[in-house]
């Protein structure tokens, strides 16, 4: 299993180390995420998937773990779950006589899209009230509001319009 992993990574031209024997850190690039950082681990019984999302949320937490939950059921190969902190992660098992070059890249390709695509709701979900404070104190000292662009919508302050007074 392990030739298999090392000829998929090489095919997907990522970036990766192997700390220990059969156990792979790829580092996969990404845009709203910048990187989502994946084991592939071949044991005897399973190549497992594990890759870190986000941190436990600060607030909203019914709402957060109810869209995770709706995720996991169009997922393919890989599942939202939770460590005992409350972090989450997206994990997955994968029997040895399933693994192929194209089932690894498959997978990673998984990783990368629910990563990628899921990050900014997430953290919209789960970390508005930090979003918003961030925003407020990067714009107060003139720095850079780049990469919280993708949470202008809710976390840039809206001037009053005319003729309103802030329901004052």
């Not at 990628?116 to 961030?134: Q, T, Y």
Request: contains cysteine.
């Amino acid at each position: 299993m392990r030739e298999v992993i090392e000829a998929a990574l090489a095919g997907a031209e990522v970036s990766y180390e192997e700390p220990r024997p059969g156990a792979f850190l790829v580092k996969l690039p990404g845009r709203h995420k910048l990187a989502t950082m994946v084991w592939l681990i071949a044991g005897d019984r399973a190549l497992h998937v594990e890759a870190f999302f986000c941190r436990q949320p600060d607030e909203n937490h019914a709402e957060f773990y109810r869209w995770l939950l709706t995720k996991n059921g169009s997922m393919y190969g890989v599942h939202f779950a939770l460590d005992p902190v409350g972090d989450v992660y997206l994990v997955g098992r994968v029997p040895p006589a399933a693994v192929s070059e194209d089932e690894v890249d498959r997978l990673l390709g998984c990783v990368l899209t629910y990563a990628d695509e899921g990050f900014d709701r997430a953290l919209e979900l789960g970390f508005a009230s930090s979003i918003r404070k961030e925003w407020e104190w990067r714009a107060k000292r003139g720095e850079s509001l780049a990469n919280l662009q993708a949470f202008a919508r809710f976390a840039e302050p809206r001037p009053l319009t005319a003729g309103t007074d802030g329901g004052h």
